[in-house]
């Protein structure tokens, strides 16, 4: 099994540590990791500020990069989200795009390709798991509260995963399926917003008990992180990959 890491720009550039954890959680689970230095963005932040001619290049880059990959795999639910449901959008008629359920969420990956049912180690803590948008309504990775009762539910990977650690527990805030507030542009050209929206996030998490805050896409992470700093809220914020490595290490 051929497994190529994507990092999102923000990830690369941002926070590499997560793309270690990544690499230490797939090779835990007996897998053969690589890594195209090559990569580059894979132009959701221009298709979702309305460029598409922008990230059209980007996306066929993509494409061409990963080609011999038999699974892709990326710390990142909205990146993921881009590949998967844009893809066929942006690039009509290109043949590659008719299948690209090989490219996967990190946590999607483990679970529904390689069954993973229970993840080893012990986290000893408290965790407010928060649902990114793309990964809940893009992917369908979890239930959001809009759907119907009646509605078969989806799976939960990070969810499933983080549960299975010894020692954990997992607290629900008050709408837990609500947005930080973070949207890429939308937290620069309506911050008032953004930044009141992440503090109700932040909030209701701690309210809820929260020692840790966890999510599958660090761009949310990153928004709720500034808040909590800003608020001095004694909130310790990681991204799943790397709870799952440090449990496991």
Do not use: K
């Amino acid at each position: 099994m051929n497994i190529a890491l994507f990092v999102p720009c923000y990830v690369d550039q941002l926070f590499p540590r997560v793309a270690w954890a990544s690499v230490a959680v797939l090779e835990r689970h007996g897998c053969d990791v690589s890594f195209d230095p090559a990569q580059t963005c894979c132009g959701q932040a221009l298709l979702n500020a309305g460029a598409p001619d922008a990230a059209r290049p980007l996306a066929r880059r993509f494409l061409e990069l990963f080609a011999r990959a038999d699974h892709v795999v990326a710390p990142s639910a909205s990146c993921v989200a881009t590949v998967r449901r844009h893809y066929a959008h942006l690039l009509p008629g290109d043949p590659r795009t008719a299948d690209l359920s090989r490219v996967r969420e990190l946590c999607e990956f483990l679970v529904d390709v390689l069954g993973v049912e229970r993840a080893p180690g012990r986290f000893a803590h408290r965790v407010g798991l928060h649902p990114s948008c793309h990964g809940l309504r893009e992917l369908h990775l979890g239930q959001g509260s809009e759907r119907g009762a009646s509605e078969v539910a989806h799976r939960d990977p990070a969810r499933q995963l983080l549960a299975s650690l010894d020692g954990i527990e997992i607290v629900e805030p008050a709408r837990p399926d609500e947005c930080c507030g973070f949207g890429g542009a939308f937290a620069v050209g309506e911050s008032a917003v953004s930044g009141q929206m992440g503090r109700d996030r932040v909030r209701a998490h701690r309210a809820a008990g929260a020692e840790v805050l966890t999510a599958t896409d660090v761009s949310c992470l990153a928004h709720l992180e500034g808040v909590a700093r800003r608020a001095r809220e004694p909130l310790r914020v990681l991204h799943v990959a790397e709870i799952l490595a440090e449990a496991s290490a």
